[in-house]
T-cell receptor, first 109, second 114 residues
Framework: GQNIDQPTEMTATEGAIVQINCTYQ??????LFWYQQHAGEAPTFLSY??LDGLEEKGRFSSFLSRSKGYSYLLLKELQMKDSASYLC??????????WGAGTKLIIKP | GAVVSQHPSRVICKSGTSVKIECRSL??????MFWYRQFPKKSLMLMAT?????????EQGVEKDKFLINHASLTLSTLTVTSAHPEDSSFYIC??????????FGQGTRLTVV
């Protein structure tokens, strides 16, 4: 079957670095997406990886290893506003999005 | 977690015809449903937000008459692409939530207009 795994919840300190992992098993692969979602709001796009390696966008970076079925989202210089849920989603060979359950990130002062 | 079912998963239609996509919440009452469009390798674009029993709120630039959204019950919302054209070919995704709880996503519908 198809499966996306990511931790349910993580806690980090303001100013620190946190890495949110995502592992997947899907029928085919057409890219992996990371989204940020604040409570009660629509999700916002953070990154897209389709090739192996690291994509950096300011304080956020996303890494992909297709052979390992693994990705991570790295958040640096954490700010209180980064408290949100982070969703990992994989597009399979049928162009269906398989969603992870999301990781709730709690930032403490 | 909660389940949101979207149907069909893929559809091919002729230019000029209309296509209806359904989004159902299977184990909770979806007071709010969101419809998104996603192009390959790009972000989700929020098209509209619908609350049960009221008219949908469309995002700027989304044609209301072309993308008809109906949210007539607490478990079902539909998106109808009217008079579809090849440029409407895309991946459409819905999400649903109950009250202020987190939203859950459907698996998406790949629309191809030929």
């Amino acid at each position: 079957g198809q499966n996306i795994d990511q931790p349910t919840e993580m806690t980090a300190t303001e100013g620190a670095i946190v890495q949110i992992n995502c592992t997947y098993q899907t029928s085919g692969f057409n890219g992996l997406f990371w989204y940020q979602q604040h409570a009660g709001e629509a999700p916002t796009f953070l990154s897209y990886n389709v090739l192996d390696g690291l994509e950096e966008k300011g304080r956020f970076s996303s890494f992909l290893s297709r052979s390992k079925g693994y990705s991570y989202l790295l958040l640096k210089e954490l700010q209180m506003k980064d408290s949100a849920s982070y969703l990992c989603a994989v597009m399979d060979s049928n162009y269906q999005l398989i969603w992870g359950a999301g990781t709730k990130l709690i930032i403490k002062p | 977690g909660a389940v949101v079912s979207q149907h069909p998963s893929r559809v091919i239609c002729k230019s000029g015809t209309s296509v209806k996509i359904e989004c159902r919440s299977l184990d909770f009452q979806a007071t709010t449903m969101f419809w998104y469009r996603q192009f390959p390798k790009k972000s989700l674009m929020l098209m509209a937000t619908s609350n049960e029993g009221s008219k949908a709120t469309y995002e700027q630039g989304v044609e209301k008459d072309k993308f008809l959204i109906n949210h007539a019950s607490l478990t079902l919302s539909t998106l109808t692409v009217t008079s579809a054209h090849p440029e409407d070919s895309s991946f459409y995704i819905c999400s649903a939530r109950q009250g202020e709880a987190e939203a859950f996503f459907g698996q998406g519908t790949r629309l191809t207009v030929v």
